[in-house]
């Protein structure tokens, strides 16, 4: 079958921080269709493809080709169209390129996937898109592209099951090690190399190596796309795509972009001392891990073999440094423990240590702020080159947080989180879009500053 997928534009809160994604979802799919199944394949990166097309959109801004450039690009004699929608606030958009797809291409099949659809099913029901698949994609991509009806597929469901309470996700795949790389002949993969998904120099590659996460904080929403079950690829695997990246396109940093790359212990140290192996023969790798990793994973040995293996950036995702506040969000964290590893971290002198926090959460008082900048300046206290990046807590569709937000009266717009009709961004770094009787929207700007200044002269 000849198929077509497609990553739509991307919005981003201003012009300077339009960055490339390194599609790895689509990617993955793409190979797994071609090698799996022998399918012909047509990848179009609307962003890549249009990432000087930058023009505004709501409070932020658009970037990438248009919609009829993107539906100049499908092949004429395509037979099925897949369109991946990664982010909930792209859903007008995904929705107006279904809408130009079908005016020209009636007749194919096209389906809509990814986070949008997996989170918001209902409303993703009510684009033009004759199906829209929940969860992961390549076992029921797959199916339908070997010739097997749709509405039979697990995972899939067509417009008329908008009545539906419950929509079970598509089969997931046990043995990661059954998918084959991530696409790596798409036309435009120089382009991806040569700028990390973050801005940093040389010549960069995305990995995912993990999906799924056994915890259940409450502001996440992994679970509808990658399931509860941790599934990880096995060390050799993973390093046989780095040998793959050295040797092939003379990649020099890598980013791990898995939510728990670090999870199985003796998993992390092979990897690692492959790393170093390829190093000490001359690879010259640098290595981050930009979506962060449990602290609470690492020990010394694994420490050492971070600073060994050329760690760039190591990312902790601490979110807060109350215990009350962690409780609150469902955060199983040990703050004592956490301390001991920011310890090791520093005294063996890790180059570049970034925290992940959060600040305007729902049940953040004065008092657990306060609790919480102590903590930190606890850590500041111990030196190293450790920064912080502050998040303003966000109610995304699919997660907890959205429905105790809800119920508990800090939001009131039944629209908040259609973004078909509410078109603002909620992006983390920039917006406040919760308030409650402990904070305003200026107090948490002031949370966030107070916090980026604790670590700032460091």
């Not at 012009?15 to 199944?37: I, M, T």
């Not at 959109?57 to 897949?82: C, H, K, Q, W």
Request: charge should be neutral.
């Amino acid at each position: 079958m000849k198929i077509t997928l497609i990553y739509p534009p991307c919005v981003f809160a201003y012009k300077d921080y339009v960055v490339y994604s390194h599609c790895l979802g689509l990617r993955s799919l793409s190979s797994f269709l071609k090698k799996e199944a022998e399918h012909e394949v047509t990848f179009i990166d609307a962003l890549m493809l249009g990432f000087d097309n930058i023009r505004p959109y709501a409070n932020g801004f658009i970037a990438g080709l248009s919609m009829d450039e993107i539906v100049a690009r499908v092949p004429p004699d395509t037979e099925l169209i897949g369109l991946s929608v990664p982010f909930s606030l792209l859903a007008p958009i995904a929705h107006d390129i279904v809408d130009h797809i079908k005016a020209r291409f009636p007749n194919v099949l096209a389906i809509m996937g990814g986070v949008y659809p997996s989170t918001q099913p209902q409303l993703a029901l009510t684009s033009r898109a004759d199906f829209i698949l929940v969860g992961e994609g390549e076992s029921a991509l797959r199916e339908i592209a070997d010739g097997r009806n749709s509405m039979e597929v697990q995972g899939v469901y067509a417009r008329d099951s908008q009545g539906s309470k419950s929509f079970l996700p598509a089969r997931m795949i046990d043995d990661l090690d059954t998918i084959p790389f991530p696409d790596y002949s798409i036309p435009q993969m120089e382009r991806y190399f040569t700028l990390s998904p973050r801005n940093f120099a040389g010549r960069t590659a995305s990995l995912f190596t993990s999906r799924g996460c056994p915890f259940d904080c409450e502001f996440c929403s992994i679970h509808p796309v990658y399931g509860r079950k941790w599934r990880m690829r096995s060390a050799e695997n993973v390093f046989s795509e780095i040998q793959y990246l050295v040797d092939r396109h003379a990649v020099s940093s890598l980013e791990f972009e898995d939510d728990n790359f670090t999870l199985e212990r003796n998993r992390t140290a092979k990897i690692l001392e492959g790393i170093i192996h390829l190093n000490e023969k001359g690879a010259n790798i640098g290595w981050r891990t930009p979506n962060g990793v449990r602290i609470d994973t690492l020990d010394e040995e694994i420490i050492k073999l971070i600073r060994k293996s050329n760690c760039t950036a190591i990312t902790v995702a601490m979110e807060h440094g109350d215990r009350e506040m962690l409780n609150i969000m469902n955060k199983e964290l040990s703050l004592e423990k956490a301390f001991r590893v920011m310890e090791l971290l520093i005294k063996h002198e890790i180059s570049n240590i970034i925290l992940f926090l959060i600040v305007g959460y729902p049940g953040e008082t004065q008092k657990c702020f306060q609790n919480s900048l102590k903590y930190l300046k606890k850590i500041r206290s111990l030196g190293g080159r450790t920064s912080v990046i502050v998040n303003i807590a966000q109610a995304y569709p699919g997660t907890r947080l959205l429905a105790r937000c809800r119920a508990e009266g800090y939001i009131k717009n039944d629209d908040f989180d259609n973004f078909l009709e509410r078109r603002n961004m909620t992006s983390s770094r920039h917006f406040v879009s919760l308030t409650t009787p402990d904070f305003d929207a200026q107090e948490v700007l002031r949370r966030k500053s107070v916090l980026e200044e604790c670590f700032s002269s460091r």
